[in-house]
């Protein structure tokens, strides 16, 4: 506007033309973020059609098929006890989307890079890390574990590490995003990421509502895995509740979807041995189920059962009416 006056123009012309352009601007910021179901209607069909997937595959046929693929703009909230497999079971994830190309971030607050390395390493190999760190496993295994160090440097997957602060996490994850487009981002895990708030009840709040609204605001599917309490071990039943989500309720209200994951054998270990159940105890527009996946502890590998093996169970009243 100053530039106007300085050329000459009339106040009055120079305040009428800086005026419409900021109506210009007010009407095409107001015009943002407005969509009618017309827009997205060619999606729907293709997705109806089988034309493109509606999300990333979890790599596991029996989970996409219950819960219909990580979607864009979804938090999925994988929740576990101390050691059960939650940090493996989200690793397998990874590793499958990278073999697809799709290019993960995992932000770790628990553990390095270098450790995470190592697990990607034994799940791709089906080899016992503890045989490498010992020194005991044969000559065969040790070229396979050399060949997959490479191989596994290849994928596209990324290590957020070493940095707990939630403002320090979002801002490296967004700079990130920027460089090079992120397909899934994976968090490990909530309750260990420090952020503003008087208790740790809202603390956690902060991280879920935080990150679901990252999820949206990059367009891509966001798993933040969260640790449970042992309340279930002090009841009959054991098998994970919403209610056992340790710290904040908010983890599960601000999720689409919640999968908990169960293993059998740990209270009747004579029983099941080598499944681990994926309770799904939350998902918009998909019920809630439970299915099963076999779990090889030593190299923490998840694979499908056999399809005629008795592994999908959804509840009848399960279902939205």
Known sequence: MQSDIRRGTDWQDADAQHQARVNDLMESSANTGIKTFSDTRETLLRDLNGLNPPGLQTGFRDVDAAIGYLRPGNMILVCGSTGLGKSAFALNIAIQNAKLKNRVCIVSVEMKTNEIHERAVAIHTGICPT????????????????????????????VIDEVTGLETIVYRLRNAHRRSKIDLVIVDYAQMISAEGSNREQEVARVARTFKVLAVSMGIPIILLAQTNRDAEKRKDTKPQLSDIRDSAALAQDANMVLMLYRHEIHHPNERRGEIDVYIRKG???????????????????????????????????RKK
């Open 284 to 318: 918009r527009s998909v019920g809630r189920g439970i299915v099963t996946l076999n779990f090889h502890d030593a190299s923490t590998t998840f694979t499908d059962m056999e399809p005629s093996y008795d592994h999908v169970s959804v509840p009848s009243d399960s």
């Open 131 to 158: 045989g490498v760190i010992s020194k005991t496993i044969g000559e065969t295994e040790k070229r396979e574990w050399s060949r997959a160090i490479n191989e596994v440097c290849e994928l596209p997957i990324m």
